[in-house]
Nanobody, 113 residues
Framework: QVQLVESGGGLVQAGGSLRLSCAAS????????MGWYRQVPGKQRELVAA?????????NYADSAKGRFTISRDNAKNTLYLQMNSLKAEDTGVYYC?????WGQGTQVTVSS
């Protein structure tokens, strides 16, 4: 059974930092596409940052995340991370990790201005 368990969300002031984690189990982690997505009420879930399949080293970032967010992973721990720095109010939302076709339960990030 595949499980993705996210953690690290919370309330932070603008300019602060958070690190999200997504611990995966039940699948061969390292070969799959994986990434982080954000959803706000009334809008579609959107890509924040992602690795392509096959472990290619260069991730993709949304324009809004470039220069502030860093996606990384630890294949030995089957864990995906998102380091978010210089947070802005518009970064607020529920953040979901996705590995292959599986989604985590989401973790709320709230940035106060």
């Amino acid at each position: 059974q595949v499980q993705l368990v996210e953690s690290g969300g919370g309330l932070v002031q603008a300019g602060g930092s958070l690190r999200l984690s997504c611990a995966a189990s039940g699948l061969f982690f390292r070969v799959h596409a994986m990434g982080w997505y954000r959803q706000v009420p009334g809008k579609q879930r959107e890509l924040v940052a992602a690795f392509n399949p096959g472990g290619t080293p260069t991730p993709n970032y949304a324009d809004s995340a470039k220069g502030r967010f860093t996606i990384s992973r630890d294949n030995a721990k089957n864990t995906l991370y998102l380091q978010m720095n210089s947070l802005k109010a518009e970064d607020t939302g529920v953040y979901y990790c996705k590995v292959f076709t599986y989604w985590g339960q989401g973790t709320q990030v709230t940035v106060s201005s």
